[in-house]
């Protein structure tokens, strides 16, 4: 038998004494940091626990109790719940754990914040004991102030002694402002110091994402080994749709970095991009629980986290629980008929937030081409309500409705106005509408025709299902979500247009609004019926069905 040699031993001794250095220093690290914020948060954790007990005393001697789901809505909950206890039990109802939601920028006013508020109601309704912890960086505005402001944006109304705001100091460094190169990896490395931020404030029992901070996650998970983690991903941080990106034409209106591969600049940001999308998968693989707002996002996700998730075992796949809308309310309040067509209006509505990847000024060029290249006698949509507050309600007629978050944003729209003003859309022409409340968007979705969307790659679009719900003719971006999930096919016909370009936006502006009254109803009918899917109830049901999984895998009663 050969004789090994010593340097062999030598090496595998030094290589073990590595990965046994490497282990125990991890260990070590893990222990000391998070026992470090356990302890420091003790005191506030106790102080958090007692006052929300205190607050809900008070609220049931106010005769105020929890704002429940109604019967059909409790009983689709129960059914989608999962353990091996009866739902509804005592002792199901009874966790009481803290569950932190993660969401620094809470009172944007966004879809991103439905989810978010939608997802609370949702788990107030199914565990009434437990304690709603939303981390935020909004300062300047209090719980009853965001709470107002929940209801009156979505409608929605939660139970306030179980919503408790924890307020983080360090939300700049995931600003893109603060990272003005390498913004992809500086974001997400700032994400990593708000979720210290968040985690030096309380260590919950149950951490969510709803914003989309994967990174924030992997931070939990490394110091926090135990406690669950879940994402709820609205767009990737990075996909393959902009990694191909990077070679298109700015023209094709594909994403802020279309054509920015080119040169030896373009090459240097397209290897750094692969790089990031490499990091990013491995971050996501330590997730617990993901769950993705569309089939775009999730086919994004699984390919870009499902090997590492695979390497992990994570018992749980990937999953897509569109986010809710306010389907059943709209329905309820706009009626979809022959006299409810009368009011209606040659108005193209777009709700967006104003953000740059909105890309409302395609927009507003392509609604300039189709208003200035119609003839005079272009047939538009009847009306005969004179009500309206138009010089004339023949004139077709663009009404952008969006939340405004900062100041970028208030610069944006004076932006915007500026370009309506060069492209001589006059303000018979155009409405710019900010911050407006739940019931105002109502009546301008009754009284619209078309609703229109231009984000490339939208992950989902619940502006999109909004439309249809209303009845409006939904003319969107031929990519992402409305691509994939909303605008389809359904009970034999079509459910709206799909464009790219300013030519085809404009196109399909004209043949919306040319189209005869009874085949432009049918054409409402089918969209609303397709909306139907994206309910409130639908949400609810699926997200409790997978925070079930987190409260199981907390083990905390």
């Known amino acids: 038998m050969p004789q090994v040699p010593m340097s062999f031993w030598t090496l595998a001794a030094a290589l073990i004494t590595i990965s046994i250095s490497a282990y125990v220093y991890r260990w070590l690290l893990q222990t000391t940091v998070g026992w470090s914020l356990r302890r420091r948060t003790r005191d ?43 739902n509804g039990s005592e002792a199901d109802n009874a966790w009481e754990g803290i569950i932190g939601f993660f969401h620094p920028f809470c009172n944007a006013g966004g879809g991103g914040e439905r989810v978010l508020w939608a997802a609370i109601k949702a788990t107030q309704a199914r565990w009434p004991r ?4 939303v981390y935020t960086g909004d ?46 990896l500086g974001q997400s490395l700032g994400s990593m110091i708000l979720a210290y931020d968040a985690f030096s404030l309380l260590v919950p029992d149950i951490f969510i994402d709803t914003m989309g901070y994967a990174f924030a996650l992997a931070f939990s998970k490394f110091f926090f080994p135990s406690i669950p983690t879940g994402a709820y991903v609205h767009y990737p941080t990075i996909s393959t749709d902009m990694l191909g990106s990077l070679d298109t034409s700015p023209t094709l209106g594909k994403g802020l970095n279309a054509g920015t591969g080119k040169g030896f600049r373009g090459f240097l940001k397209k290897q750094y991009w692969h790089l990031f999308a490499r990091l990013y998968g491995r971050i996501g693989g330590s997730v617990d629980l993901v769950m993705t707002n569309s089939s775009w996002t999730a086919s994004h996700i699984r390919t870009l986290w499902g090997p590492a998730r695979t390497r992990r075992r994570k018992p749980h796949p990937v999953s897509v629980l569109f986010p809710p809308v306010a389907v059943d309310e709209i329905v309820r309040s706009i009626p979809l008929d022959e006299e409810s067509e009368k009011k209606r209006h040659p108005t193209v509505l ?47 007629r663009l009404l952008l409705i969006g939340s405004v978050r900062d100041a970028h944003d208030a610069t944006r729209v004076y932006d915007l106005r500026l370009l309506a003003h060069e492209l001589h859309l006059t303000p018979e022409h155009i409405t710019f509408l900010t911050d407006a409340s739940f019931p105002t968007v109502l009546t301008h979705l ?9 984000m490339w790659n939208e992950h989902f679009g619940i502006g999109v299902v909004e439309y249809q719900a209303a009845g409006l003719v939904p003319v969107v971006n031929d990519s992402g ?38 085949e ?31 409260v199981e895998m907390s083990g905390k009663k």
């Not at 437990?130 to 912890?133: G, P, T």
């Not at 619209?448 to 231009?454: F, P, Y």
């Open 350 to 396: 777009c709700i967006a937030q104003f953000r740059p990847e909105k890309n409302h000024t395609l927009l507003l060029r392509s609604f300039a081409r189709f208003l200035h290249s119609r003839s005079p006698s272009a047939p538009t949509t009847e009306t005969t309500d004179e009500s309206e507050e138009m010089q004339n309600p023949q004139t077709p």
């Open 520 to 550: 432009r109803l049918a054409m409402r009918r089918r969209a609303r019926a397709r909306a139907r899917a994206f309910g409130e109830r639908e949400f609810e049901g699926g997200w409790v069905r997978e925070v079930g999984k987190l």
């Open 446 to 454: 009754s009284t619209a025709s078309v609703g229109v969307n231009t």
């Open 139 to 184: 300062h300047d505005a209090g719980k009853d102030d965001m709470l107002g402001k929940v209801q009156s944006c979505f409608n929605i109304r939660l139970h306030p002694p179980t919503v408790v705001f924890l307020y983080l100091s360090t939300r700049k460094w995931v600003l893109s402002s603060t990272w003005p190169h390498f913004t992809l």
């Open 130 to 133: 437990a304690v709603c912890v």
């Open 44 to 86: 506030r954790r106790n102080l958090i626990l007692a006052r929300v007990k205190l607050d809900e005393s008070q609220s049931q001697l106010s005769k105020r109790p929890p704002p429940n789901l109604d019967d059909g809505e409790w009983e689709k909950v129960e059914n989608d719940t999962v353990g091996s206890k009866p």
């Open 481 to 518: 979500g409305p691509k994939m999930d909303i605008v389809v096919s359904w009970e034999g016909g079509e459910t709206g247009y799909k464009a790219s370009s300013e030519e085809e936006y404009a196109r399909a502006f004209e043949e919306v609004l040319g189209i005869g009254g009874e």
